[in-house]
Structure formats: C-alpha cells, structure tokens
C-alpha cells in the first residue's frame, strides 16, 4: 500500500497522554510494543483520541513495524475471516525523539 505509506512513512503507536505519562514516554519517542509473539518498534504519537487502556497500531506496515507480528492467526472456522486483532503487549520506551530507519529501527 505504498499510498499509505507516502502519506505516513513510519508506523506510529497511539497512545493516551496519561498513559504515556505513566510510562514515561513523551510524543516522538521510539517504542518497543511487544508480547509472547513478538515485538515491534515504532513512535509514539499521544492523542487524547484514544482511550488510557488502548495502544493502537496501524497494520499496512512491513518488517520490524509490522503489528500482525503481534496478532493471531487464528480464523472463524465457518467464516474462515480473521479473528479481531486485539492483544495484550509491553510498551517500552527505546529511545527519546530518537529517527527510525525504513525498517523501523532506531538510526
């Protein structure tokens, strides 16, 4: 989806400001969002639009932004459509306003 990508180059985390308060992460700042399935690094963006127990990420990303990296596979087995991608993950600050390179690692 290279149109998706020219209009926002990098992945970016969404988090609450509060929640970004208690973790210590400021608006810019390089994440690791991880959990049993894997890990991605991304920036992340505070906005009041997203609720304090919420961290979203976008899914058109590849490599090391990739979110389906931390999803199921799982599938309806009548439906056969992909099971919501809800997850429970770690957000972890990497960096501070650190740039990230087209993989999605800190430069």
């Known amino acids: 989806m290279p149109e998706l990508v020219d ?11 509060a929640t970004a308060d208690r973790l210590g992460i400021a608006d ?3 994440l690791e969002v991880a959990n049993p399935r894997g ?12 609720r304090p127990d919420t961290v979203f990420l976008p899914f058109h990303y590849g490599d090391e932004q ?3 990296l931390l999803t199921s596979d799982a599938v309806d087995p009548v439906s056969s459509m992909p099971e919501f991608k809800t997850n429970v993950v770690r957000v972890t600050r ?3 306003d650190a740039r990230l390179t ?3 690692v800190p430069v």
């Open 7 to 17: 209009a926002q180059p990098e992945a970016l985390a969404s988090l609450h400001p």
């Open 28 to 30: 810019g700042d390089v």
């Open 39 to 50: 890990a991605v690094r991304v920036r992340a963006r505070l906005t009041t639009d997203i």
């Open 66 to 68: 990739a979110a389906n």
């Open 94 to 96: 990497v960096t501070r």
């Open 102 to 104: 087209e993989a999605g």
